[in-house]
């Protein structure tokens, strides 16, 4: 089992930064990759970015591309996306989640564990 919370979300400008993070706990050794996905109202749960713990390959949405980072702390369990240039339609629910394998994967469904998501809020 693995335990997943998010924090970090929150009301911001567009143009504005954030930074969430997701700190994992429980069953965290071999290899897995971390994913940040988003939800928006009436909107699938769509990839964002994903890190793998084990390599440090990285990979992202085209729609974030160049605005967001995602990075890990392995002495803490935890990685982060840091959100720069935040647009209004970056607005939605940001969910971190985990699966037991090197490789990133950009499908919901790919996932084993999720956290229980931060708001973020984006006004323009």
């Known amino acids: 089992q693995v335990q997943l919370v998010e924090s970090g979300g929150g009301l911001v400008q567009a143009g504005g930064s954030l930074r969430l993070s997701c700190a994992a706990s429980?069953?965290?050794?071999?290899?897995?990759?971390m994913g940040w996905f988003r939800q928006a109202p009436g909107k699938e749960r769509e990839f964002v970015a994903g890190?793998?713990?084990?390599?440090?390959?990285?990979a992202y949405a085209d729609s974030v591309k160049g605005r967001f980072t995602i990075s890990r702390d392995n002495a803490k369990n935890t990685v982060y996306l840091q959100m720069n240039s935040l647009k209004p339609e970056d607005t939605a629910v940001y969910y971190c989640?985990?699966?037991?394998?090197?490789?990133?994967?950009?499908?919901?469904?790919?996932?084993?564990?999720w956290g229980q998501g931060t708001q973020v809020t984006v006004s323009s």
């Open positions: 890190i793998s713990w084990t390599t440090g390959n990285t």
């Open positions: 989640a985990s699966r037991a394998s090197v490789f990133v994967r950009t499908t919901a469904n790919g996932y084993d564990y």
């Open positions: 429980g069953r965290t050794t071999g290899p897995y990759a």
